[in-house]
T-cell receptor, first 110, second 113 residues
Framework: SQKIEQNSEALNIQEGKTATLTCNYTNYSPAYLQWYRQDPGRGPVFLLL?????KEKRKERLKVTFDTTLKQSLFHITASQPADSATYLC?????????FGKGTRLSVIA | DTAVSQTPKYLVTQMGNDKSIKCEQNLGHDTMYWYKQDSKKFLKIMFS???????INETVPNRFSPKSPDKAHLNLHINSLELGDSAVYFC????????????FGPGTRLTVL
């Protein structure tokens, strides 16, 4: 069955540093992969989508990579700020419903 | 303007009761979804409707019945509530069923006592 692993349940980093979150998947060949942000008590909010033929995608301070050989996506937040503190979910996608990872709770410490 | 709205935000009820959660989207999207997020924070799809037709029905007990009166609304009715139904239920929508980005509602926290 499809399995999605996000590197750690929680990640603490210092303000200004780059946060790197990892999403690994198995038994799956997604055509694209999405990243969402979820704040406590709120629904997930879409951030970025990267397709299997794209190596990298950027949006402001966010960067996503997608390595279909390693079956891995990396999500980077550069110059992190306390406001970036949230849970980040990855969701590999294809011809099946979105399957979400459990998420990584990021805390940016001032 | 709220894009995807759900009511109620909180729902506390006794085991065995029947309850409904309503969802509306004003984005003009064709596809709507129901997700369940349990206490371990796993977000799992339950149902998906495209233009009022059911297209995804994951392994969900028959006690859960979605209804889509029109493509802007997708309601979830739950019969004979059980303790294990306690979770946060999210409604979402997307432009089409080809899994574009999804827009989520604020969630309904259901607590079954």
């Amino acid at each position: 069955s499809q399995k999605i692993e996000q590197n750690s349940e929680a990640l603490n980093i210092q303000e200004g540093k780059t946060a790197t979150l990892t999403c690994n998947y198995t038994n799956y060949s997604p055509a694209y992969l999405q990243w969402y942000r979820q704040d406590p008590g709120r629904g997930p909010v879409f951030l970025l989508l990267i397709r299997e033929n794209e190596k990298e995608k950027r949006k402001e301070r966010l960067k996503v990579t997608f390595d279909t050989t390693l079956k891995q996506s990396l999500f980077h937040i550069t110059a992190s700020q306390p406001a970036d503190s949230a849970t980040y979910l990855c969701a590999p996608s294809g011809n099946t419903p979105l399957v979400f990872g459990k998420g990584t709770r990021l805390s940016v410490i001032a | 303007d709220t894009a995807v709205s759900q009511t109620p935000k909180y729902l506390v009820t006794q085991m065995g009761n029947d309850k409904s959660i309503k969802c509306e989207q004003n984005l003009g999207h064709d596809t709507m979804y129901w997700y369940k997020q349990d206490s371990k924070k796993f977000l799992k799809i339950m149902f998906s409707y495209n233009n009022k037709e059911l297209i995804i029905n994951e392994t969900v007990p028959n006690r859960f019945s979605p209804k889509s009166p029109d493509k802007a609304h997708l309601n979830l009715h739950i019969n004979s509530l059980e303790l294990g139904d306690s979770a946060v239920y999210f409604c979402a929508s997307s432009p089409s069923s080809s899994y574009n980005e999804q827009f989520f509602g604020p969630g309904t926290r259901l607590t079954v006592l």
